[in-house]
């Protein structure tokens, strides 16, 4: 851990306490937010670090929630595994569809991940015998040692917090650097002597990965799996939140998940316009905080420290 | 021979603009190719490094048909080239840039834990230092002047020891301090570490100094090839191409 990052240690421990506030809002509100930030940070992975948009990310985060509620009821198979095997199909799925789309550039690779999702949804939405179909897949108990929501929050805050240090150890790495440059300048980045497609693929199938997580850690939480999950405006919401945070930091995406859930519950309960007022927070953001709230604060505590 | 190119040709939408080139270079040789504006020097870079497809020809690098390999695989056979326009890694400091080009060159860029900053600080340095960018090491690439960018690139060719080094005029947009300090650095080097070296130029002092062959193109077309002598004299080469130098 390096000097930057000891405000990790007061949220950490803040998190810890949620469930000791005895409400029940904050305890589901902080559980909503931990699996969104590791969606969000896995898409980002893809978007602040590659360079490459995906605009079907909800594919990978449903086809984890159908993957592991279907193992655990259908085929009762024990959580743990069913729960690691849900990664597998977000990875399985993200290296299918990767395949063809990093052969493709810029709008046409987000116009494909965007098709790929919409057949992964339609399948979701067809395939009755298997998801339940439109009305989704409903009773998807939590494992008897996590049956409470307290007990689920920390298991939640567990399984984040270990996949957003793997893949923070990945964006720091080697592997993650190389990433960056295929961002930067993915020509420059294969006349150094790398096969930029494949490291895509190899990032896409990451991402897929711990989406696919995040997903199934969502379905059990919600104790059903719909349709919706992988509808393409999930897919938005979870640009939405990574850009609203800031794609050019690893905790941008964590913020923007936070930000996004906590207004999207305060705001129903006012309006039914929801929508609308995300996508005006969302152009605002654009035109004048292009870096994102995370890359907004960045820049003021550079220029605060410059003036002293 | 090191590098062979044979009967290269490409057009672009009907336009022929390398129209049948041949070439070959030894190992060790420092060879320009020179040519007015639109002669096709650049696209003869793009076709031998993979940059673009090719319509016909043959290029045999190190007695390997590298003709129709993408360009990652060419590099790893150790050719490496530098671009007219500048072409780095915008967003990344000075030091990442080099340090990324070293990281692909020693086979760690598939590496996911171990933490970047730790890897070849020194061999990066030493790099920054021979291509007079050590004081900027940690400055935004994208925000240094337009020569400091050139080196920059320079640096980057570099770091994965090449055995033939192919640049697209290196000085291009720089002040005269700045060409020849390039000039003596790309000299020093090549001698150094036996590099092979293809440049083009478009300032003859430049081109007249270090090359020990020159290669003479015009519209798609190799009119001759020589010492610096030879070609200097050659009739043909004033007609087209001294005569309207700048
Ligand atoms: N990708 C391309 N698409 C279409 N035409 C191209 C392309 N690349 C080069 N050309 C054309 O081919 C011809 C040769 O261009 P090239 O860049 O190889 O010339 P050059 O000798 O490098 O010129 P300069 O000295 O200006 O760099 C020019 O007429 C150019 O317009
Ligand atoms: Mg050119």
């Given at each position: 851990m390096s000097k930057q990052d000891w405000f990790l240690i007061p949220i950490f421990l803040i998190l810890c306490l949620v469930p000791l506030s005895g409400s029940r809002f904050y305890v589901f509100l902080a559980t909503d937010i931990l699996i969104f930030a590791l969606f969000a940070v896995s898409l980002n992975l893809l978007l602040g670090y590659t360079g490459l948009v995906s605009f079907g990310h909800a594919a990978y985060f449903g086809i984890g929630a159908y993957a592991c509620a279907l193992l655990m009821r259908k085929a009762s198979i024990v959580f743990p595994v069913s729960f690691v095997a849900a990664g597998l199909f977000g990875a399985l799925a993200a290296l299918i569809i990767g395949f063809f789309c990093v052969r493709l550039t810029k709008i046409y690779f987000a116009m494909l991940t965007l098709a790929f999702s919409q057949i992964v949804w339609a399948a979701a939405f067809k395939w009755n015998s298997l998801t339940?179909?439109?009305?989704?897949?409903?009773?998807?108990?939590?494992p008897q040692y996590l049956d409470s929501k307290t007990r689920y929050y920390y298991f939640t805050l567990a399984v984040v917090v270990v996949c957003l240090f793997i893949i923070r150890k990945v964006v720091n790495s080697p592997f993650g650097r190389i990433l960056t440059t295929i961002r930067e300048n993915s020509e420059r980045t294969e006349f150094i002597g790398i096969n930029v497609k494949f490291f895509q693929l190899v990032a896409f199938i990451i991402s897929g990965f711990f989406s696919a997580l995040a997903g199934a850690l969502f379905g059990i939480f919600n104790h059903s799996v719909f349709p919706d999950f992988l509808f393409w405006p999930a897919s938005a919401e979870v640009l939405i939140m990574t850009i609203l945070g800031g794609m050019?930091?690893?905790?941008g995406p964590v913020v923007g998940a936070a930000v996004v859930l906590f207004l999207r519950m305060q705001i129903t309960s006012y309006t039914q316009y929801w929508p609308l007022i995300l996508g005006m927070i969302l152009a605002v953001l654009l035109f004048f905080f292009p870096g994102g709230i995370v890359g907004f604060l960045q820049n003021r505590l550079t220029l605060l420290r410059g003036n002293r | 021979m090191i590098l062979t190119v044979e009967n290269l040709k490409k057009s672009f939408d009907g336009f022929v603009a390398v129209n049948g080139v041949s070439f070959s270079i030894e190992k060790g040789e420092l060879c320009s190719i020179i040519g007015p504006n639109g002669a096709g020097k650049t696209t003869v870079f793009n076709l031998i490094t993979g940059y673009l497809p090719l319509d016909e020809g043959r290029v045999i690098f190190n007695g390997v048909d590298i003709t129709h390999m993408r360009a990652y695989q060419i590099c790893r056979l150790g050719m490496r080239r530098s671009f007219q326009r500048t072409n780095i890694f915008p967003r990344l400091t000075v030091f990442e840039n080099v340090q990324a080009a070293l990281l692909a060159y020693r086979g760690k860029s598939f590496n996911f834990f171990t933490p970047v900053e730790t890897l070849f600080r020194e061999e990066t340095e030493a790099i920054l230092g021979r291509v007079g960018l050590q004081d900027h090491s940690n400055a935004m690439s994208g925000s240094l002047s337009y020569g400091f960018q050139k080196q920059l690139e320079l640096g980057i060719a570099l770091a994965s020891e090449p055995d033939v080094l192919l640049l697209d005029?290196?000085?291009?947009?720089?002040s005269t301090e700045e060409t020849s300090a390039t000039i003596e650095l790309i000299g020093r080097i090549a001698h150094e570490k036996g590099l092979t070296l293809l440049f083009t130029e478009h300032d003859m002092e430049v081109v007249f100094s270090i090359s020990e062959r020159i290669l003479v193109l015009h519209q798609g077309q190799m009119i001759t090839e020589g010492s610096p002598d030879e070609v200097r004299t050659n009739p043909d080469v004033q007609k087209v191409y001294l005569g309207e130098a700048r």
């Open positions: 339940g179909g439109d009305t989704g897949f409903i009773g998807v108990p939590f050019y930091s690893f905790f | 005029e290196p000085t291009a947009g720089m």
